[in-house]
C-alpha cells in the first residue's frame, strides 16, 4: 500500500527534478554564451548523472504503484461482484442446526437446486454441496466441492 510518506516523497523527488532541471536549463544557457571551465563542466555533469538517477528512482516508483493500482481495481472489482452474487442465496437452516448456503427462490429460475458449503461461503467461495452417495435410510450424504466439508442429511436442495 502506499503511505501518505510515500507520496510526500514521490512530491519531494519531483520537486527536486523540477529544480534540477531548471538550473540545468540556466547552466546550459549560460553555456551557450561564454566558454566554460573544466570544473563548471564537471559540475554540470554530475548535475546530469544526478538527474537521471533521480528520474530513474521515479519511474521504478511510478511502476510500482501502476502495479498496485491495478492490483486494488481487481481487488475492487472481485469484491464488487461477490457482494452482487451472495445476495442470491441466504442462510439456511436444513436440519437440527445444520446450516448451508441455498438459493432464493427466483420464479422460472433455470438453476438445478443446489447447496453452497458455509465454510467457503464465509471465504467469498461458491462450494457447491455435491452428494456423494446413494441414500442409506432416506439419508444423503453430500461434500463440498471446495473444502471437502461433509454433511449427512435426509433433506434435498430441491425440498424435503
Ligand atoms: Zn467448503
Not at 25 to 49: G, M, P, Q
Not at 89 to 116: E, M
Request: glycine share 4%; with cysteine; hydrophobic share 40%.
Amino acid at each position: 500500500m502506499t503511505s501518505p510518506a510515500d507520496i510526500a516523497g514521490q512530491i519531494t523527488l519531483w520537486t527536486s527534478v523540477a529544480r534540477q532541471l531548471a538550473e540545468l536549463t540556466k547552466s546550459a544557457t549560460e553555456l551557450s554564451a561564454k566558454r566554460v571551465s573544466k570544473e563548471t563542466a564537471a559540475a554540470l555533469a554530475d548535475n546530469l548523472i544526478e538527474l537521471r538517477s533521480t528520474i530513474l528512482s521515479l519511474q521504478a516508483e511510478h511502476l510500482a504503484l501502476t502495479r498496485e493500482k491495478a492490483n486494488l481495481e481487481e481487488i475492487i472489482s472481485k469484491h464488487d461482484i461477490w457482494e452482487e452474487e451472495k445476495k442470491a442465496y441466504f442462510l439456511k437452516n436444513i436440519q437440527n442446526g445444520l446450516t448451508v448456503y441455498a438459493p432464493r427462490p427466483i420464479p422460472d429460475s433455470i438453476d438445478a437446486p443446489h447447496w453452497l458449503c458455509p465454510g467457503c461461503f464465509s471465504k467469498k467461495q461458491k462450494g457447491i454441496m455435491v452428494m456423494v452417495s446413494l441414500p442409506v435410510m432416506a439419508v444423503r450424504e453430500y461434500r463440498c466441492a471446495i473444502c471437502q466439508l461433509q454433511i449427512k442429511t435426509h433433506v434435498t436442495p430441491g425440498g424435503q
